[in-house]
């Protein structure tokens, strides 16, 4: 192996141990080196960086990440070179990729992804995030799913490990068929913090529901790929366990749940501390 670099089914075996360990699969998304650095000595088994995790520590929503502020693409190919891949000593790290970016040979991009030290790919920005009208109008101009679930097969037949957002039972099933590792049931943009979701997430109840109807999809094609939960309720340790009991779900991923809302939580607190400290003999 040259640096950090893991074959697919290197980073497959590592998962698997971890389950026989009676352990659950945690990934996290990276906006920063030291984030990544962090999350690593965490043990996370994988971390995944996306153009939104830059503008998420940036102090702006992820959903960024899914406007025309910078070319995704590239912003994790600069992430990866300079800031994260850098600083992880062992573990796999994900690139996100625009599968639908109409400006790459996508083939072309991949092994360049491949080449640049990362062990797999993940599809984000995903369209899949977008629904009603929109939606309709990117499927039907040539700017649809479809194109990230051919990303997806064109990274497996180059042996990178695939690990893929899905919001709902058809996109599950595609993604299996186009031989995904991993399945991420995403319920939606997480809760919580600054600049987290309000009125639009669903009960952790019926979170665990939709997570479900992903997996047993996927499943259905391909019965041994894994399945993770990620998004909306789930915001912490205590939520993940819920969906982990209540589903086929065998792990999390977390992006705003870890990195954004621990550095919310305890740079405000340290900073108040040190606010709170005695004067001394100071006087005007």
């Given at each position: 192996?040259?640096?950090?670099?893991?074959?697919?089914?290197?980073?497959?075996?590592?998962?698997?141990?971890?389950?026989?360990?009676?352990?659950?699969?945690?990934?996290?998304?990276?906006?920063?080196?030291?984030?990544?650095?962090?999350?690593?000595?965490?043990?996370?088994?994988?971390?995944?960086?996306?153009?939104?995790?830059?503008?998420?520590?940036?102090?702006?929503?992820?959903?960024?990440?899914?406007?025309?502020?910078?070319?995704?693409?590239?912003?994790?190919?600069?992430?990866?070179?300079?800031?994260?891949?850098?600083?992880?000593?062992?573990?796999?790290?994900?690139?996100?990729?625009?599968?639908?970016?109409?400006?790459?040979?996508?083939w072309h991009f991949i092994g360049q992804v491949k080449?640049?030290?990362?062990?797999?790919?993940?599809?984000?920005?995903?369209?899949?995030?977008?629904?009603?009208?929109?939606?309709?109008?990117?499927?039907?101009?040539?700017?649809?799913?479809?194109?990230?679930?051919?990303?997806?097969?064109?990274?497996?037949?180059?042996?990178?490990?695939?690990?893929?957002?899905?919001?709902?039972?058809?996109?599950?099933s595609q993604m299996a068929e186009?031989?995904?590792?991993?399945?991420?049931?995403?319920?939606?943009?997480?809760?919580?913090?600054?600049?987290?979701?309000?009125?639009?997430?669903?009960?952790?109840?019926?979170?665990?529901?939709?997570?479900?109807?992903?997996?047993?999809?996927?499943?259905?094609?391909?019965?041994?790929?894994?399945?993770?939960?990620?998004?909306?309720?789930?915001?912490?340790?205590?939520?993940?366990?819920?969906?982990?009991?209540?589903?086929?779900?065998?792990?999390?991923?977390?992006?705003?749940?870890?990195?954004?809302?621990?550095?919310?939580?305890?740079?405000?607190?340290?900073?108040?501390?040190?606010?709170?400290?005695?004067?001394?003999?100071?006087?005007?």
């Amino acid at each position: 192996m040259i640096g950090n670099t893991h074959t697919r089914q290197e980073v497959l075996d590592k998962l698997r141990a971890t389950l026989e360990a009676g352990q659950p699969i945690i990934a996290s998304g990276a906006g920063t080196g030291i984030s990544a650095k962090f999350i690593e000595e965490g043990g996370a088994d994988l971390i995944i960086i996306y153009n939104s995790g830059r503008f998420r520590m940036a102090g702006r929503g992820s959903c960024a990440g899914l406007l025309a502020y910078g070319d995704a693409n590239q912003i994790v190919m600069e992430m990866g070179e300079r800031e994260v891949l850098p600083v992880v000593k062992h573990t796999p790290v994900i690139a996100g990729v625009n599968g639908t970016d109409p400006t790459r040979r996508m083939w072309h991009f991949i092994g360049q992804v491949k080449d640049m030290g990362f062990s797999g790919v993940n599809n984000f920005p995903t369209v899949a995030v977008i629904d009603g009208k929109f939606r309709q109008t990117l499927e039907e101009t040539d700017l649809g799913y479809y194109h990230e679930v051919e990303m997806i097969r064109i990274s497996r037949a180059m042996d990178m490990f695939t690990i893929v957002y899905c919001f709902n039972a058809e996109e599950a099933s595609q993604m299996a068929e186009a031989g995904a590792d991993v399945i991420i049931a995403h319920v939606g943009t997480t809760v919580g913090g600054s600049i987290g979701a309000t009125d639009s997430v669903m009960s952790l109840e019926q979170a665990a529901e939709t997570v479900q109807k992903i997996l047993d999809a996927a499943q259905a094609v391909a019965p041994d790929i894994i399945g993770l939960s990620h998004g909306g309720p789930i915001a912490t340790p205590e939520d993940a366990a819920y969906v982990n009991v209540h589903t086929d779900a065998v792990g999390f991923v977390g992006a705003s749940s870890i990195e954004r809302l621990a550095t919310e939580d305890s740079i405000r607190k340290l900073t108040e501390e040190f606010k709170s400290i005695p004067l001394g003999q100071y006087q005007i």
